[in-house]
């Protein structure tokens, strides 16, 4: 018989001792890649943690040049509209937001963890952001409409995804209109003690052969002088150019159907799949696993 998963509150009691909480899932589920529900259950509990950092002093005199060199990049591909995937609490995105200048409402980033973005919203809040648009999603069903954002960028999100870097990559460039720029670990220009620990973290790797093999156009490949974690997690630019004769303003849409959601109730109905994406404490819940099956939905709300 399976062993049974832990719980939350199991989870968390082994979070606060030390635990490594996706390789201690990845083991007690016997496979070898973070699964996206690993990756949730590990990142949720650590919300609030990057916040802390951000504030204390002595880590913000690194994240802080990461963030201009995340911004300049950005300013250099023509960015007045963004979207970070995979945003965590919006902290390197609030100073990225700061430092390009890119209008807050114009600025939408989305994470798995509901808990993450609850934090996040409050931080941007707090910094004058509170107009940014920050909601839950997966970075394989993105909840928004094609072509919606000049620029797409990550910062270590693809990062414990290996296995699935290009269909991480196909998602993010549909909802681009001009380049996708991923700040991640680059396994092949990183040093044997840096390609171990990211075997053992299962990070991603083969990006830049990946993607151009798979025929997008590879126009920046370098590692960065900046970096947020530490010398064994080096990060480095990839950037893709799209062209698009298309220029959509941003919507959500059914992660399940792919089609337009509205606003009803206070939450977001889609009319093609009739599932209802939840609103909690201000945050869309827009991943695919979200939607309640409600067709009667709109009777009610209306
Ligand atoms: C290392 S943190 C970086 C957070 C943020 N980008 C930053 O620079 O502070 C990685 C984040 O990516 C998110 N993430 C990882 N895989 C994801 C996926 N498949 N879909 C959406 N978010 C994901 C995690 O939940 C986590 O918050």
């Known amino acids: 018989m399976d062993t049974p998963l832990p719980t939350g509150a199991e989870l968390r009691r082994l979070y606060d001792q030390g635990t490594n909480i996706m390789a201690y899932l990845r083991r007690v589920s016997g496979v070898e890649h973070n699964a996206e529900g690993i990756i949730a259950a590990a990142y949720d509990l650590q919300a609030g943690s990057y916040v802390r950092e951000r504030e204390d002093p002595r880590r913000a005199a690194t994240l802080l040049p990461y963030a201009r060199a995340i911004a300049d990049v950005l300013r250099r591909y023509g960015a007045t509209s963004v979207l970070e995937a995979g945003v965590g609490e919006a902290t390197t995105f609030c100073d990225v937001v700061e430092f390009t200048g890119i209008e807050p409402p114009q600025a ?64 993010l460039v549909r909802v681009a209109r001009s380049h996708v720029v991923l700040f991640e670990p680059i396994y092949e220009l990183a040093g044997p003690d840096a390609q171990a620990r990211m075997d053992r973290l299962g990070y991603c790797r083969d990006l830049f052969a990946q993607l151009s093999g798979a025929g997008l156009k590879v126009v920046e490949y370098r590692l960065m002088d900046e970096c947020p974690t530490n010398a064994l997690n080096p990060t480095g630019v990839l950037v893709v150019a799209k062209s698009t004769a298309h220029r959509r303003p941003p919507q959500f849409i059914c992660p399940q159907a792919g089609s337009p959601l509205r606003p009803l109730g206070g939450h977001w109905y889609s009319d093609e799949s009739h599932l209802v994406y939840p609103v909690l404490e201000g945050v869309p819940c827009l991943l695919p696993g979200n939607g309640v099956l409600a067709s009667s939905f709109p009777a009610f709300a209306a």
């Open 108 to 171: 939408w980033g989305f994470d798995l963890c509901w808990s993450r973005i609850a934090v996040g919203r409050e931080y941007a809040r707090r910094r004058g952001l509170a107009e940014a648009c920050l909601f839950t999603g997966s970075l394989f069903r993105i909840p928004v409409c094609d072509d919606a954002f000049d620029v797409v960028y990550t910062s270590h999100s693809i990062e414990p995804n290996r296995g699935r870097e290009l269909a991480a990559a196909h998602e």
